[in-house]
């Protein structure tokens, strides 16, 4: 029902009751037979209809038309069928006009009806967008009263709609003046854009706000206000101030830390250099200034390479899209060589710089071509050496090898490569030299060990080797696995097992050759030896059967001499005597020397004056002497010198020099005797006898002390002498571990010197 | 004064008669009891003849003279013995000394030196 109502409305009322006094019209003047002008009353509800109901309005026109055409035609009386006619016409006309007329109206009406209703949803839809707005908008007439007002106003500024609309909005600006001076602003440019400005809420506190604002005119195109669309933007001023005091901030710090970089650079044995993207030299260390030199404001080609564009080989492209680059590059200008790393920097402000560390590798450069040089000497060397030489890694395997050490074992080098080491020494010399390498490899063994080398082909050769570690070549068991790995070969758990153990280099003698030759001479002077021994023991024998028939002989004579003789009887004993003599003396030599030979003589030691024996032993040959007029004479320093000796050595030594000084010299001559002490050594005594007679060629000097020197064989024969007593003084002297010489002055006399140490020790 | 009796110890001839003629040159001081050719004789000899003193050759054939010494001085600790020999080194002559001889004599030797060897052996 109560749709019913609602739809029941006045406007539908109207029309309904205009419609029925149309009809009601229609019937009464119908009933007085009048076709007449009151059918214009029916344009009232036409036009209602079409007002209100738009094209709804042709079915009134329809309904009345039809209405007007059934009352009419049978009220009216027919007067003539043309008269009839004429009326049909005019009832007709009309009704097409009443359609017509409703059409049209309503058509128009409808129209404006959409058009309204669109500008009712559009002013909806702004004003949804203004309360919903973030943004304040205020809408201020031309007198500075406020029109519009806002949610977001209400919000910011703490008024509400209600208590400012119509007020003036000059009392919500901290600067009174302000209001005015924006609408002096607007109403010149016709727009206010982003203007900042303080305002006061309600509260009086001060917001700042960020307005724009524009001219509002209207339809005629009048100004009649100004909207304005303002912002708190307090916050974002606090933000923005706190973001500027911090970017502020972050740029010191980058600054100093620029700063504290550049010191570092400037420091730096390195040359650093920056560049930007066109070329410009920001930055460059003293490093690199002393040797490029660098005026301000310079492009690096310039710098560097002292070119007008761009070098071809520049890496600033490469740096530039992110990349850091490393590359090495001659200065022909400077001749040196650098070694160069080139990497982006980020500016502050976005650009990117090319930042490059010059390291001068010259002297590296230098050093390594050095190095080279070096190596290839030793190279060198290692190859054309006469041993064979092989480097043995920590694992026993064989790494490098040279041509003697390919010819030894009859592989090539490259299979040498990688082969055990111990597969080269025969079975019974293996643990033997392992042993000795691992020995070696600590320093405790001797540098050489011989063994027996195997070849391809097996022939076994004698080889002496000599195994060298290689100093500062410690290997980790680890690392030596891996190697092991990386050249293919299997390394043995032995190798693995010695930790630290170290690479050497072997050098190989092959001696086969050298061990036959000196296997053979071994051989024969062992059968030398035997012969020596033979000989010396047939030696012995011989000197002792010659000494048997010397006995019968002196023991007769002996007898013989006291038998009753005639003179001559006596003279031949006398002289068959002597001989007997001379001849027992000449074997005692010779077995003394044998004896001395074998190595059977120990000394005899015992404390003695050496002035007493030399006097006794002077003694004993003053009758010599006497015969030959010869005058001995004795000088010994220090008289009473004791010495530790051999007494009957250094008699013997003494008996012999006097008895050939006696010999060797004319009658008459002079022989002296001389002791002293060897200056400076004190621990030793020097002994002289010196004579006057024929002396020694120079050239026989050094041969007087060998067994049966004669300086001439017809002066010796006459003295009777096999020279065997200057061999037994050299051997007596030696025994005591001193030395004897001579020195002699032809036709003019002899010197003979020997030295004893005082003591044996 | 009574005649000192010897035994001569000597495997060649020649050296017995001289030693023989030697001793007679004292003129009678000496008496020769008897000779051995070799070692083990002169121990037999020794045992026999009980002499004075006894002149011994090293070098023999059967018994050498050193072993002969040592046989003959363990059967009487007294008894005087003269080693003669050539073989002149002083190992020799240690030896015959070690083995109980009273002195050494070498060869050769003239009457003299025999002489000079006995009367200190015998205290003249």
């Known amino acids: ?761 | 004064m009574e005649k000192k009796r010897i035994l001569i110890v000597e495997d060649a001839a020649y050296m017995r008669e001289m030693l023989v003629e030697m001793l007679e040159q004292a003129g009678g001081k000496y008496e020769v009891v008897g000779f051995a050719e070799n070692g083990l004789e002169a121990v037999e000899k020794y045992k026999e003849l009980k002499p004075d003193l006894v002149t011994m050759d090293l070098v023999m054939e059967v018994m050498d003279g050193i072993q002969a010494i040592k046989e003959i001085k363990k059967h009487d600790p007294e008894a005087l013995i003269v080693a003669i020999t050539a073989l002149g080194t002083p190992d020799q002559r240690n030896a015959a000394l070690d083995a109980g001889a009273e002195e050494y004599l070498w060869k050769p030797f003239t009457v003299k030196n025999l002489f000079d060897v006995l009367e200190k052996l015998f205290g003249e």
């Not at chain 1, 101030?241 to 420091?267: A, F, G, H, S």
């Open chain 1, 1 to 761: 029902m109560g749709t019913l109502a609602k739809k029941l409305n006045c406007k539908f009322l109207v029309l309904f009751f205009s419609v029925l006094f149309c009809v009601v019209v229609t019937v009464y003047f119908a009933s007085k037979g009048e076709t007449g002008v009151y059918t214009h009353l029916f344009y009232i509800p036409i036009l209602l209809a079409g007002v209100w109901y738009h094209k709804k309005a042709i079915y009134v026109a329809l309904f009345l038309s039809l209405f007007y055409i059934l009352v009419t035609c049978p009220l009216t009386p027919p007067l003539t069928p043309s008269l009839s006619v004429a009326v049909l016409e005019r009832i007709l006309e009309r009704s097409v006009i009443f359609v017509a007329v409703a059409y049209t109206i309503g058509l128009v009406s409808e129209k404006r009806a959409k058009g309204e209703e669109r500008l009712k949803e559009t002013k909806d839809y702004l004003d949804n967008i203004i309360a919903s707005s973030a943004d304040a908008i205020v809408v201020v007439d031309l007198d500075g009263k406020v029109r519009s007002w806002n949610k977001a106003a209400e919000d910011y500024m703490g008024y509400t709609a209600k208590e400012v609309l119509g007020t003036p909005n000059k009392r919500f600006f901290a600067d009174p003046d302000e209001a005015e001076r924006i609408a002096e602003i607007v109403e010149r440019e016709g727009e206010l854009k982003n203007y900042r400005t303080t305002v006061l809420n309600k509260a009086k506190k001060p917001v700042r706000i960020r307005m724009s604002a524009a001219l509002l005119k209207d339809k005629l195109g009048v100004p009649v206000g100004t909207v304005r669309v303002s912002r708190d933007v307090t916050k974002e001023e606090e933000l923005e101030e706190e973001l500027e005091e911090r970017k502020k901030e972050e740029r010191e710090k980058i600054k100093k830390e620029r700063d504290n970089l550049n010191l570092i650079l400037e420091t730096l044995p390195d040359g650093v250099y920056i560049v930007s993207k066109d070329y410009e030299v920001e930055f460059m260390n003293r490093t690199l200034i002393e040797v490029f030199g660098y005026n301000v404001g310079e492009v690096c080609y310039k710098v560097f390479h002292n070119r007008t564009t761009p070098c071809p080989l520049c890496k600033q492209e490469e740096v530039r899209k992110g990349e850091t680059v490393q590359w090495e590059w001659h200065s022909r200008k400077k001749e040196r060589t650098y070694d160069l790393v080139e990497t982006p920097l980020r500016n502050i402000d976005g650009t990117v710089s090319k930042l490059t560390i010059f390291r001068d590798i010259t002297e590296r450069k230098r050093i390594e071509k050095k190095l080279r040089d070096a190596e290839e000497r030793y190279r060198v060397i290692f190859e054309h050496a006469l041993t064979a030489l092989c480097l043995i890694e920590a694992g026993g395997r064989i790494s490098l090898a040279n041509k003697e050490f390919e010819a030894l074992s009859g592989y090539s080098r490259s299979e040498l490569r990688g082969k055990k080491w111990g597969d080269f020494i025969a079975d019974e010399d293996r643990v033997r030299v392992q042993n000795y390498c691992a020995k070696r490899r600590d320093g405790k063994a001797p540098a050489c060990c011989p063994f027996k080398f195997v070849s391809r082909s097996g022939e076994i050769r004698n080889v002496q080797s000599w195994i060298e570690p290689i100093p500062g070549a410690e290997v980790e068991a680890g690392a030596e696995v891996e190697a092991g790995t990386e050249a293919g070969v299997e390394t043995e758990p032995e190798a693995r097992a010695g930790k630290g153990s170290k690479r050497c280099i072997a050098s190989l003698l092959d001696i086969t050759e050298l061990k036959r030759k000196e296997d053979e001479l071994r051989e024969t002077c062992e059968k030398l030896t035997e012969l020596d021994d033979m000989k010396r023991e047939f030696l012995n024998v011989a000197y002792h059967e010659m000494r048997s028939p010397l006995a019968p002989i002196v023991g007769y004579a002996s007898l013989l001499e006291r038998c009753e003789l005639p003179d001559k009887g006596r003279r031949y004993i006398q002289n068959i005597e002597q001989c007997a003599k001379e001849l027992e003396k000449m074997i005692n030599r010779m077995l003394e020397l044998a004896r001395i030979d074998s190595r059977k003589i120990k000394l005899n030691l015992k404390e003695f004056s050496l002035s007493d024996v030399v006097q006794e032993v002077v003694k004993g040959f003053e009758p010599e002497a006497a015969k030959k007029e010869q005058k001995i004479s004795t000088v010994v320093s220090e008289v009473g010198e004791v010495i530790q000796a051999d007494k009957q050595q250094v008699v013997a030594v003494f008996s012999n020099l006097i008895s050939n000084a006696i010999k060797y010299t004319p009658s008459g001559g002079r022989i002296e005797i001389r002791v002293d002490r060897v200056e400076d050594r004190g621990e030793e005594v020097r002994c002289c006898v010196a004579d006057t007679g024929i002396g020694i060629p120079a050239e026989d000097l050094p041969k007087i002390f060998e067994r049966f020197y004669m300086v001439d064989t017809s002066l010796t024969r006459k003295s009777g002498s096999l020279g065997l007593g200057l061999s037994i003084v050299k051997e007596y002297v030696k025994l005591h571990g001193g030395r004897v010489w001579a020195t002699s002055e032809l036709g003019k006399g002899s010197k003979f010197f020997f030295i004893i140490p005082k003591r044996q020790r």
